[in-house]
């Protein structure tokens, strides 16, 4: 992403908040997996999309219409000894030139210059609630602040949610932002592919799984957007399994949702074949049903229509099939009516996609769904999942889990498939795993 880009949001940002107003967010912080050991750190979203900032302990502040410097950056100093452990900072002088800060502090100097920024503002940009710290950090110094009233110090009136705002923005990719996030549907889209192609009967799902992020990796992205659910069997029908450490066998269907992060932007695939490569008759009638299902709401996916559209159109076919097939018994409009699916089709037909693999951006807009526009983007990933012991339903369906899963933007005319590189028609599937 170029800095351009960033200068462009950040300049939006500033244009809605008007003068008198600061913009106070922070970066993730470092977080202990175990003693001496961090977690793969990650900024927080919302500070990345307006900075391009990759360090962690950062603070950005933004003070629109501010002479002597707009865009503000405390982050850490240049330290030879530290830099020679953990690698390069950009310090101060790096913030100014590699990331355009206007001006740029120690993060140590926060306590001493911030309040003296906040104490000229009446109004304060603040995402309250997702770091608790630094909620407790503002509050003082608000209130330090206030108790210089007397000696008539002003200081700021208002606390308004910034997460509005840039939620707002983040919901709606630029050209710069879809060229990334077809980038990484193309990475997952090959890494789906290899994992395909090296699924067989005896492999552990920890293979496939590796499998996966190696390929990822090897197409230019080392990390992956959430962990990969890789689940053969009654495995696949829980929907967030991340344990991975069974072998799958030829006669199971076999669930994989995996999506890399490319460029801080995140993919989100899922496929579901036979370990074996060959569809048995029970497995084939349920996929090609949620197939049928995902066809139809990706067909949804137009402007003009609303977010719920799609999942409505999910919900009628995969209803419709169950009947059909004998798992659910009922007319079609009473068995919608009372969620007869629901058992095997719990979830949701998708969401919002972006930086975050499940994405900011509102559902609803003054109590209705909201509209679908060119540049949101979104999962489509209908599912049935028939645990053993499902009450009234045949045998032969029990333990199959099936979720398809692409990533789709909406245009103009209707909607991209980002995603449309993994194969998931049923003559595909079993002729990518015959090679
Ligand atoms: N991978 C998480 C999801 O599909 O929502
Ligand atoms: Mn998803
Ligand atoms: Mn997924």
Redesign the pocket.
């Known amino acids: 992403m170029q800095m351009s880009e960033f200068k462009r949001r950040r300049r939006e940002l500033m244009r809605m908040m008007g003068p008198g107003s600061i913009a106070i967010l922070p970066t993730a912080p470092l977080l202990i997996r175990n003693r001496d050991v961090h977690f793969p750190y990650r900024p927080d979203s919302d500070f990345f999309y307006l900075t391009g900032f990759p360090e962690p302990e950062a603070v950005l502040v933004l003070i629109p219409g501010r002479k002597q410097a707009e865009y503000i950056l405390f982050n850490r100093e240049s330290d030879p000894v530290k830099e020679l452990w953990d690698g390069a900072r950009a310090g101060q002088e790096g913030a100014c030139e590699k990331y355009a800060a206007d001006d740029s502090f120690p993060i140590g100097d926060l306590n001493d210059i911030l309040p003296r920024m906040l104490e000229q503002c009446e109004r304060i940009f603040y995402v309250m609630g997702c770091n608790p710290k630094f909620d407790k950090r503002l509050s003082e110094w608000i209130n330090e602040i206030r108790c210089e009233s007397r000696s008539g110090v002003q200081g700021p009136v208002e606390i308004i949610a910034l997460d509005h705002y840039l939620h707002e923005m983040r919901l709606y990719k630029s050209r710069s932002e879809l060229k990334v996030m077809r980038q990484a549907a193309r990475i997952s889209a090959k890494a789906h592919k290899k994992v395909m192609q090296s699924c067989k009967p005896g492999v552990w799902e920890y293979q496939l799984e590796a499998e996966f992020v190696r390929e990822c990796s090897h197409q230019g992205s080392r990390a992956q957007a959430y962990p990969p659910i890789v689940g053969a069997g009654a495995n696949a029908c829980t929907l967030h399994y991340i344990d991975n450490n069974c072998q799958a066998q030829a006669k199971q269907m076999l669930l994989i ?1 995996a999506g890399c992060e490319y460029d801080y932007y995140a993919s ?1 695939i ?1 496929r579901s074949y036979p370990v074996n490569g060959r569809f048995s008759e029970p497995q084939r009638q349920l996929y090609e049903l949620v197939l049928a299902a995902q066809d139809a709401a990706i067909e949804k996916v137009k402007p003009g229509n609303h977010w719920n559209d799609p999942h409505d159109a999910a919900v009628r076919t995969i209803t419709r099939g169950l009947i059909k097939l004998g798992i659910i018994k009922g007319t079609l409009a009473k068995s919608i009516r009372e969620e007869k699916y629901k058992p095997f089709f719990p979830h949701r037909t ?2 919002w ?1 972006g930086m975050d ?2 994405d900011v951006g509102d559902y609803k807009v003054d109590g209705a769904w909201r509209m679908l526009e060119p540049g949101m983007a979104l ?1 489509i ?1 209908p599912g049935l999942y028939i645990p053993t012991g499902s009450k009234g339903v045949a045998k032969k369906w029990w333990n199959i889990g099936i979720r398809i ?1 692409d990533d789709v933007v909406v245009t103009k005319e209707g909607c991209e498939v980002l995603t449309k590189d993994v194969p998931k028609r049923v003559a595909e599937i079993e002729s990518v795993m015959a090679t």
């Open positions: 949702d989100d899922t998708g969401h996609l693999v499940h999962t990933e899963e």
